[in-house]
T-cell receptor
Framework: ETGVTQSPTHLIKTRGQQVTLRCSSQ?????VSWYQQALGQGPQFIFQYYREEENGRGNFPPRFSGLQFPNYSSELNVNALELDDSALYLCASSSRREFHNEQFFGPGTRLTVL | AQTVTQSQPEMSVQEAETVTLSCTYDTSESDYYLFWYKQPPSRQMILVIR??????QNATENRFSVNFQKAAKSFSLKISDSQLGDAAMYFC????????????????FGKGTHLIIQP
């Protein structure tokens, strides 16, 4: 069974640029959630994708957007990067078929905005 | 909105001793799940233990157990026989049950407790 993978591991961008982060969900999982973890903080929920549609969103502006593909992998796109977007971005996959919808996390992508 | 509070930024315990990490939460929901996650320095978040709110019995997983007090909205984690490998950030998290009012199944996390194991 393959776990959740994310790419790239690290990324450096400048303010105003756009970035795309990628996530491959665990085998058998149909739901992907994205989280932002600032240094020294707990993760904050960005949004969730289920069956290729956004299924709920946290308190993040529209410049944070995403996609889910037929194979359940997902992308997180951030436009007009700001310095405060520097964080660890975590992807988690889960299955709606499981009663408690346990989320399995990937290793994260460290984004630095200069 | 749900909130999760971890009041201990850092805890230290001697190897083989027992330590308890505190967590309180606020919600108006009656059906939800609570979790403790461990994040070692390698960053990958790992589920330690899960509690369903409708269950009165406290969850246990080997050396890890919880004290779930629903009325007090408290959910503490007890680690017995602490080992060096237990050193990590520990996050308490909340998720409302699917179908209980719509919306996504996003987790709400606390700010974490840094657990240090003294050899």
């Amino acid at each position: 069974e393959t776990g959740v993978t994310q790419s790239p591991t690290h990324l450096i961008k400048t303010r105003g640029q756009q970035v795309t982060l990628r996530c491959s969900s665990q085998s058998g999982h149909n739901t992907v959630s994205w989280y932002q973890q600032a240094l020294g903080q707990g993760p904050q929920f960005i949004f969730q994708y289920y069956r290729e549609e956004e299924n709920g969103r946290g308190n993040f502006p529209p410049r944070f957007s995403g996609l889910q593909f037929p194979n359940y992998s997902s992308e997180l796109n951030v436009n007009a990067l700001e310095l405060d977007d520097s964080a660890l971005y975590l992807c988690a996959s889960s299955s709606r078929r499981e009663f408690h919808n346990e989320q399995f996390f990937g290793p994260g992508t460290r984004l630095t905005v200069l | 909105a749900q909130t999760v509070t971890q009041s201990q930024p850092e805890m230290s315990v001697q190897e083989a001793e027992t330590v308890t990490l505190s967590c309180t939460y606020d919600t108006s929901e009656s059906d939800y799940y609570l979790f403790w996650y461990k994040q070692p320095p390698s960053r990958q978040m790992i589920l330690v233990i899960r509690q369903e709110a409708y269950k009165q019995q406290n969850a246990t997983e080997n050396r890890f157990s919880v004290n779930f007090q629903k009325a007090a909205k408290s959910f503490s984690l007890k680690i017995s026989d602490s080992q060096l490998g237990d050193a990590a950030m520990y996050f308490c998290a909340y998720k409302k049950a699917s179908g209980s009012g719509g919306g996504a199944d996003g987790l709400t996390f606390g700010k974490g407790t840094h657990l240090i194991i003294q050899p």
